[in-house]
């Protein structure tokens, strides 16, 4: 069967850095995405990474190994609004998402 | 206003009512999708269009029905609802489907509590 796995829940502090990671194991590989998503709200896009390395985009970076089905997403410089769930998804072999429960992050002050 | 948008937001449905959540698009995206979501478990196909007139079917596609008569609309129909419905439902867009990965965004969502 098709798998994510992300951590149900991190915390961390204002100021700080903080690593969210994902496994995954689906049939075939076309990309995985990271969403934010904060409570009551849509999903927002904020990274997709489709080969090897790191990608980063200002805050936020997004780190993907194929041949280790893992992928972490990486928040530095946390700021109260980073306060979300975050969501890893991969697009399978037929181009259909494939997405984890998410990760609920909080920051402390 | 560019974007997605659906209704109701939220709605209280008795069991064995027929229910239709709106999904609008106007960004002339080719493929939109219904998603399902609920506490614990990651968000879940229902069913997908990859382009006006075609429809086809996710992962729990049982109880629900879509149709894409034009670009912008994809309504999801609950024919008889069930208890197990009670959700929070996103619809969601992207420029290109079938055969390339895009970017999907998403509405707002609709939380629907079927009693």
């Known amino acids: 069967g098709q798998n994510i796995d992300q951590p149900t829940e991190m915390t961390a502090t204002e100021g700080a850095i903080v690593q969210i990671n994902c496994t995954y194991q689906?049939?075939?590989?076309?990309?995985l995405f990271w969403y934010q998503q904060h409570a009551g709200e849509a999903p927002t896009f904020l990274s997709y990474?489709?080969l090897d390395g790191l990608e980063e985009k200002g805050r936020f970076s997004s780190f993907l190994s194929r041949s280790k089905g893992y992928s972490y997403l990486l928040l530095k410089e946390l700021q109260m609004k980073d306060s979300a769930s975050y969501l890893c998804a991969v697009a399978d072999s037929n181009y259909q998402l494939i997405w984890g429960a998410g990760t609920k992050l909080i920051i402390k002050p | 206003i560019a974007g997605i948008t659906q209704a109701p937001t939220s709605q209280i449905l008795a069991a064995g009512r027929r229910m239709t959540l709106r999904c609008t698009q106007d960004?002339?995206?080719?493929?939109m999708y219904w998603y399902r979501q609920d506490l614990g478990l990651g968000l879940r196909l229902i069913h997908y269009s990859n382009t006006a007139g075609t429809t086809g079917k996710g992962e729990v596609p049982d109880g629900y029905s879509v149709s894409r008569a034009n670009t912008d609309d994809f309504p999801l129909t609950l024919a008889s609802a069930v208890p197990s419905q009670t959700s929070v439902y996103f619809c969601?867009?992207?420029?290109?489907?079938?055969?390339?990965?895009?970017?999907?965004?998403f509405g707002p969502g609709t939380r629907l509590t079927v009693l």
């Open positions: 960004m002339r995206h080719n493929a």
């Open positions: 689906t049939s075939g590989f076309n990309g």
């Open positions: 969601a867009s992207s420029d290109e489907a079938g055969g390339s990965t895009d970017t999907q965004y």
């Open positions: 990474n489709v």
